[in-house]
C-alpha cells in the first residue's frame, strides 16, 4: 500500500467489511455513473469497478492516480482522472454540457452517485463544490471527521447546528449512517470518522429564496454564532426592518440564529428582502 501523503491529509480505508457497506449505501450502481472522490489506494474503488455502470475517479496524489490508472486500465467502464476535484467541472467530466446546435437545451441524463473519503481539512470545501452541480447528483456518500457528520446532520436548535448544518440541509435530506474508528484506517487518524448518506433534494423552491442570496444570508446569520440573529444582522439592515420582520414571524427578538428552522429563516429572509 502507498505511504501517506501527510500534505493531502490521506488516511486510507483498510477495513473491508466497512467499504462494502459504503458502497452499499450508493444503492444499486449496476447501470449508474458513480463519482469517487479521492480514491486513494481504491479500497471503494476495486469495489466499484466491478459494479457500477461507470466510475469516474478523481485524485489529486500524481503518483496514486498513476497506480490506479495502471491498475484498471483493462476496465473500460473506469476512468481515472487526475485532478482537484474542488477544480473540476462535473458538467464536463460528465460529458453533459450541450447539445447539438439545433438543440441548445442541456442534454437530459440520469443524475449521477458520488462517494469519497473526504480529507477532513477541506470537507466542506469538497461540499460545497458539489453544491454548485447539485443537478448532477442524486446521492452523495461520504466519510467525513464525526464530529463533522454530526454537526451536518444537526437539528435547530442543538449547539452544533449551523452553516454548514443549514447549508447542506437546503440541498441534502441527510443521514448518520455509521461511524468508523481510526483502526479502520491506515496510517489511523487521531479521530473517528463518519459515513453519511445525503439524498440531494434542494429546497429553495419549496422555501421561496433564491439559492445564492439566500446562502449569503445565512453567512451572515452564522457569521458570529455567540451573537443573537439581530446583532449579525445589523450590518446589513436597519434595526427597526429587523425588529418588524421578527415581529411578523413571530420570532423573539434575542433569537440566535441555529434556534431557527430553514423555514423560519427563510420566512425571515423574505420579510426583510420585501420590507
Do not use: W
Amino acid at each position: 500500500m502507498t505511504a501517506k501523503n501527510a500534505k493531502l491529509g490521506q488516511n486510507f480505508l483498510t477495513d473491508e467489511d466497512a467499504a462494502k457497506r459504503i458502497v452499499a449505501a450508493l444503492g444499486d450502481v449496476s447501470r449508474s455513473v458513480v463519482v469517487e472522490i479521492g480514491p486513494g489506494a481504491g479500497a471503494l474503488t476495486e469495489l466499484l469497478a466491478e459494479n457500477a455502470g461507470a466510475l469516474v475517479a478523481i485524485e489529486l496524489d500524481r503518483l496514486l492516480a498513476t497506480e490506479l490508472r495502471y491498475k484498471y486500465s483493462r476496465y473500460s467502464n473506469v476512468e481515472i482522472l487526475e485532478g482537484d476535484v474542488l477544480n473540476v467541472d462535473f458538467r464536463t467530466v460528465l460529458k453533459r454540457t450541450i447539445g447539438p446546435l439545433d438543440d441548445l437545451r442541456p442534454v437530459k441524463a440520469e443524475r449521477v452517485k458520488a462517494v469519497g473519503n473526504l480529507p477532513y481539512y477541506i470537507t466542506s470545501d469538497i461540499l460545497l463544490r458539489l453544491f454548485e452541480f447539485h443537478d448532477q447528483f442524486d446521492v452523495v456518500v461520504i466519510m467525513v471527521q464525526r464530529e463533522v457528520a454530526e454537526r451536518i446532520t444537526a437539528q435547530p436548535g442543538s449547539s452544533e447546528y449551523g452553516l454548514l448544518s443549514a447549508t447542506t440541509q437546503l440541498y441534502c435530506n441527510t443521514e448518520l449512517l455509521f461511524t468508523l474508528p481510526p483502526s479502520a484506517f491506515s496510517p489511523p487518524p487521531k479521530v473517528h470518522s463518519g459515513v453519511l448518506r445525503l439524498r440531494v433534494a434542494p429546497r429553495f423552491d419549496a422555501l421561496g429564496v433564491e439559492a445564492r442570496s439566500f446562502i449569503s444570508f445565512l453567512k451572515t446569520l452564522f457569521a458570529m454564532k455567540r451573537k443573537t440573529l439581530v446583532n449579525n444582522l445589523k450590518k446589513d439592515f436597519p434595526a427597526s426592518k429587523i425588529k418588524a420582520a421578527l415581529q411578523e414571524a413571530g420570532i423573539r427578538a434575542d433569537v440566535r440564529s441555529e434556534a431557527l428552522t430553514l423555514d423560519k429563516t427563510a420566512e425571515v429572509f423574505r420579510l426583510l428582502k420585501n420590507s
